[in-house]
Every structure is written in C-alpha cells, then in structure tokens.
C-alpha cells in the first residue's frame, strides 16, 4: 500500500543478494532442526534417521537451490541471473567452497529436484523429495516404499507443510522493493 503511494524503495543487486542470502541461512538455520526433529520422530520409517555433522549444510544448499529456481518467475530477465551470480559468491564461504564449484553445484542440484519432482513444477515438493533423495532416508522406511525408492506419502506430507516456510515469498518481498542495478 505504501509503496503504490511513494514509490517502491530501491535496492541494489548487490544488497538484495546479500538479504537473500542471510534469509537462506537464516531459514536453513531456524528449518533445519525442525526438519530433522519431524524425521527422527515419524512412526512410518522402521528405524531411525541417523544426522551428522555437515548435513545442515546439504540442507542450505536444498534451500539455496530451491529459492533461486523461484527467482526467475518474479525477477525481470537477466535481474535473476546477476542476483544469482551475486549470491553464488556471497553464499560460497559459508559453505567452504568458491563461487563457480557452488554454481556448478547449485545447477545440478536444480536438475536433480526438477527430475526427481517431474511433472510437478511445484518447487517445495522438489525441495521435500531432494531431502528423501540427498539424506537416503528411504532406507529407513518399510520395505514397500524401500524397493519402490519413493518417499512415503504421510511423511512427505508432513515434509511439504515445514518446507513450505522454507521457500522464500518473492512476491510479497518484491512488491516493496525495486531491485535496481
């Protein structure tokens, strides 16, 4: 409402990255233990899913893909490459890595949810199924869903509804703001 009365507040490329990224760590952050809490709680897998050390990090690097496969859909052409560029390289030292093996990374993790998510472009079920996938978590469930190697749909569920707070809001962010080069 403001913003259609005063203008939208102007944001560089390069400080919207930097909010993008801090919201990325900061949901893997907050996501992250909430996540892992539901798995190791779910009645449907017949043993436990064992967590280490460094799996948080596969989980920033889920969200991470999985929020930048949405800029696209609510960033003008080219705007959602420059911001990817910028965060590849913001976004690389929390993961010990340099910017082009995080894009490498990034970009075939994409090709990874969006196969294992197909026909669904329904990003939060991508993310939801690449956990399933990245955390072999279908060595935990019953036999049927094991040889099936297909997450169980109640668990899924269950996934889905926390992944969805995991997926930043594009477009309630943007209608504020005007990412400006």
């Given at each position: 409402?403001?913003?259609?009365?005063?203008?939208?507040?102007?944001?560089?490329?390069?400080?919207?990255?930097?909010?993008?990224?801090?919201?990325?760590?900061?949901?893997?952050?907050?996501?992250?233990?909430?996540?892992?809490?539901?798995?190791?709680?779910?009645?449907?897998?017949?043993?436990?899913?064992?967590?280490?050390?460094?799996?948080?990090?596969?989980?920033?690097?889920?969200?991470?893909?999985?929020?930048?496969?949405?800029?696209?859909?609510?960033?003008?052409?080219?705007?959602?490459?420059?911001?990817?560029?910028?965060?590849?390289?913001?976004?690389?030292?929390?993961?010990?890595?340099?910017?082009?093996?995080?894009?490498?990374?990034?970009?075939?993790?994409?090709?990874?949810?969006?196969r294992i998510n197909h026909p669904s472009k329904n990003t939060v079920y991508a993310m939801s199924k690449a956990i399933f996938h990245k955390y072999d978590l279908f060595r935990n469930q019953d036999a049927y869903f094991?040889?099936?190697?297909?997450?169980?749909?109640?668990?899924?569920?269950?996934?889905?509804?926390?992944?969805?707070?995991?997926?930043?809001?594009?477009?309630?962010?943007?209608?504020?703001?005007?990412?400006?080069?």
């Amino acid at each position: 409402m403001i913003g259609t009365i005063f203008g939208k507040k102007k944001i560089s490329e390069e400080k919207f990255s930097n909010v993008f990224v801090n919201a990325v760590l900061r949901l893997a952050e907050e996501g992250y233990p909430t996540i892992v809490a539901e798995l190791e709680e779910a009645s449907e897998f017949t043993t436990r899913p064992v967590f280490g050390p460094g799996d948080d990090e596969l989980f920033a690097l889920i969200l991470f893909a999985g929020n930048l496969m949405e800029a696209p859909k609510h960033l003008p052409s080219g705007v959602d490459q420059r911001l990817a560029q910028h965060a590849y390289s913001k976004f690389a030292p929390f993961l010990g890595t340099s910017a082009a093996e995080l894009e490498t990374e990034t970009i075939a993790l994409q090709h990874f949810m969006a196969r294992i998510n197909h026909p669904s472009k329904n990003t939060v079920y991508a993310m939801s199924k690449a956990i399933f996938h990245k955390y072999d978590l279908f060595r935990n469930q019953d036999a049927y869903f094991r040889e099936m190697k297909a997450p169980n749909p109640i668990v899924l569920g269950r996934i889905n509804k926390l992944m969805q707070y995991c997926l930043w809001d594009w477009a309630e962010l943007l209608e504020d703001l005007k990412v400006t080069a």
